[in-house]
């Protein structure tokens, strides 16, 4: 079993190196879902994530329309990605770029919103063959059939042990009409259902949407 969590900031790099942690996920906030580091701090903290020995991951996970995919390969042309080993993708665009614009770089797959069956799964294994060095599985898979995939899939498996459990996504923006000032690039806030038992959802508004988080996590 191997341990990977994020960077966002070089004081961190100790405390992974303590843990045993060799791969880091560094995630600009204009390419990833709950990113909030720079395009200039992404490279930076590449660059210094390799001098310690760790294997730098770009994080770029949004799910896009065709005009946020646009102008979204902007900001990717600033990424340096010689930096990095892999890159973590969720849209099938940000796919189909990466292994278009750069023939040697690793891909892991994000599955999380779909293809929760192991033919599905493979598929995607057997469509990006030799540059898939990883695939992410949602938390909706039981147990039982996350042993069975792991045991037939070819290729290593991510599945989340520690973090929050999204819920919820709308591209929308859901909070800001309630703020008459504005807050900036990030919102949080609590939600409640009208049913009393269900309370104390953690929702976050960004750039990229609006997201809500089960109370508890793992």
């Known amino acids: 079993m191997q341990?990977?969590?994020?960077?966002?900031?070089i004081d961190q790099i100790q405390e992974i190196k303590d843990a045993g942690i060799k791969e880091v996920i560094i995630s600009p906030f204009v390419l990833s879902r709950f990113g909030k580091v720079s395009i200039e701090n992404a490279n930076y903290l590449a660059m210094i994530s390799l001098q310690h020995n760790l294997r730098p991951i770009l994080e770029w996970d949004i799910l896009m329309t065709e005009s946020v995919f646009k102008k979204t390969l902007s900001y990717l042309e600033k990424v340096n990605l010689e930096l990095f080993s892999a890159v973590r993708v969720q849209d099938t665009g940000a796919l189909n770029h990466i292994i278009s614009l750069n023939d040697k770089i690793k891909i892991q797959l994000i599955l999380e919103n779909g293809n929760h069956n192991l033919k599905g799964i493979s598929k995607w294994c057997t469509t990006i063959h030799k540059r898939l060095e990883r695939v992410v599985l949602g938390q909706e898979i039981t147990k039982s059939n996350l042993k069975k995939y792991i045991e037939s899939l070819t290729v290593p498996v991510e599945y989340l042990g520690l973090g929050r459990i999204l819920l919820f996504y709308s591209p929308r923006a859901l909070l800001q009409k309630?703020?008459?000032?504005?807050?900036?690039?990030?919102?949080?806030?609590?939600?409640?259902t009208e049913e009393k038992k269900h309370k104390d959802f953690k929702v976050v508004e960004n750039r990229h949407g609006t997201f809500m988080f089960y109370p508890k996590g793992f």
Request: charged letters at 20%.
């Open 3 to 9: 341990l990977i969590t994020y960077l966002e900031n």
């Open 178 to 192: 309630h703020f008459v000032t504005n807050q900036g690039e990030w919102l949080e806030a609590e939600a409640t």
